[in-house]
């Protein structure tokens, strides 16, 4: 069953690359955990887009995706969750600058 988008992750995807960076999507596949990914710069980012516009209870990651992002913490590797274009360039502006 491919995993459902959320409304605003087209909005996000499009403001992403305004600013140069790359998406790949990974959202055909519910098991992977999180929606794509983002190449900015030297960078690889994991991704997942989550509707800033709706209450916190209808943002939780599933448990795909919190199994995905505790791995990756574990690791030390930042599971990104983007919730309005604005906050997605912001967020991986600041990526760029560290």
Known sequence: MPKRTD???TEV???LRQI?????PTSGDPMIGFDGLVLWR???LI???KDGSK??????LTDNELKRQAQCESRGIPFLILTSPEQAVELIWS???N
Not at 20 to 24: L, N
């Open 95 to 97: 990526i760029g600058r």
């Open 13 to 15: 995807v499009r403001a």
């Open 20 to 24: 140069g960076a790359e998406w790949i």
């Open 55 to 60: 209450p916190p209870s209808a943002r939780k």
């Open 42 to 44: 030297s960078r690889v």
């Open 47 to 49: 991704c997942e887009v």
């Open 7 to 9: 409304a605003n992750q």
